[in-house]
């Protein structure tokens, strides 16, 4: 049973490496027709996914760049949804299953509640990590037939805010949307778990980061005996 948790831990933490290596990066909106498709005001793009790729550890950060405070109102929001670009040759899932459980609103957004406002107020030129997935909760691309290099899925992160001015809430809503792009890694007829190849990129490289790369080493060594002790 313990080997079994800690297995688990092992996958969650390659899970977050992978995920750390491979954030979303800023690009124009122009650069493909899916987003004026979906009126994405701020596009990225998350690079190739494999078939059998899981994926977690996700998060939205909304900047607010106006001279104005935006008040957001939990209410008026909604969570944030997966788009298959193309439903006759991808499928996906998420792990735990269960709809807006695979979401939650960070510690940092909670703390910007105004009980006067009775909303989440992000102040001018500010930031905030708004909504995060959960711990253990990951998407995986079950069967992926698509080309290499075509869009299969499209996140969307929507915010609904009302300006703060001069102490006076704005009778007018806006909708931000941000949209991060999935293109297709090797294409495959067989829906088998494959591990797409690493993303050309440099990771993270803050201290936490080589901490936790370190306890993966440690981690799998400590397996790795285990295993031929019980052998």
């Known amino acids: 049973?313990?080997?079994?948790?800690?297995?688990a831990f092992?996958?969650?933490l390659w899970l977050y490496l992978q995920s750390a290596s491979a954030a979303y990066t800023e690009v124009q909106c122009s650069s493909d027709p899916v987003f004026a498709q979906n009126t994405c005001n701020q596009c990225f793009n998350w690079w190739e996914k494999g078939q059998g790729e899981a994926f977690g550890f996700i998060n939205d950060v909304f900047i607010n760049k106006t001279t104005n405070s935006k008040l957001l109102y939990k209410e008026e929001q909604t969570m944030p949804t997966m788009i298959?670009?193309?439903a006759d040759k991808v499928s996906w899932s998420q792990t735990p299953s269960g709809g807006d459980a695979f979401w939650q609103y960070s510690k940092d957004f909670e703390t910007m509640y105004s009980t006067g406002q009775k909303a989440y107020v992000i102040g001018a030129w500010k930031q905030v990590s708004r909504i995060e997935s959960k711990d253990g909760f990951a998407y995986k691309l079950d069967k992926n037939t698509v080309a290499r290099g075509q869009n299969v899925w499209l996140l969307?992160?929507?915010v609904i805010s009302q300006d703060l001015?001069?102490?006076?809430?704005?009778?007018?809503?806006?909708e931000h949307k941000e949209c991060v792009l999935f293109k297709s890694g090797v294409p495959s007829q067989n829906p088998v778990v494959t591990i797409n190849e690493p993303v050309k990129r440099l990771p993270q490289t803050g201290?936490?980061?080589?901490l936790l790369v370190l306890v993966a080493?440690?981690?799998g060594l400590w397996l790795f005996g285990l295993k031929r002790k019980n052998s």
């Open 1 to 7: 049973m313990k080997t079994n948790k800690l297995i």
């Open 10 to 12: 092992a996958i969650l």
């Open 84 to 86: 298959n670009l193309w």
């Open 156 to 158: 969307v992160f929507s």
């Open 165 to 174: 001015v001069n102490g006076e809430v704005s009778i007018d809503t806006s």
């Open 207 to 210: 201290p936490e980061h080589v």
């Open 217 to 219: 080493l440690l981690l």
